[in-house]
């Protein structure tokens, strides 16, 4: 999908217990293949990360934009 993670969210989420394996995920899902079904996994994920107080919905945003449909 290329996109781009910043250093300041992983660093957000390495923070936390389980971040290694946490940001392991994010970036798998990022360099998927830009379909329906990896954008709404991507999507889900990120909603988990932000309703976890893991990252901010800001956070999330920022990495939703960059994906083209």
């Known amino acids: 999908m290329n996109i781009t993670v910043s250093e300041d969210i992983l660093a957000k989420i ?6 290694t394996a946490l ?3 994010l970036l798998d899902l ?3 293949s830009n379909t329906e079904y990896h954008r709404g ?3 889900g994920y990120l909603l988990c990360l ?8 800001d ?6 934009e ?4």
Request: with cysteine.
């Open 14 to 19: 390495k923070k936390r217990k389980g971040g």
């Open 23 to 25: 940001v392991s995920t």
């Open 30 to 32: 990022a360099g998927r």
């Open 41 to 43: 996994v991507l999507h």
């Open 50 to 57: 932000s309703t976890t107080g893991v990252i901010t919905g």
């Open 59 to 64: 956070d999330a945003m920022c990495i939703l």
């Open 66 to 69: 960059q994906i083209v449909r």
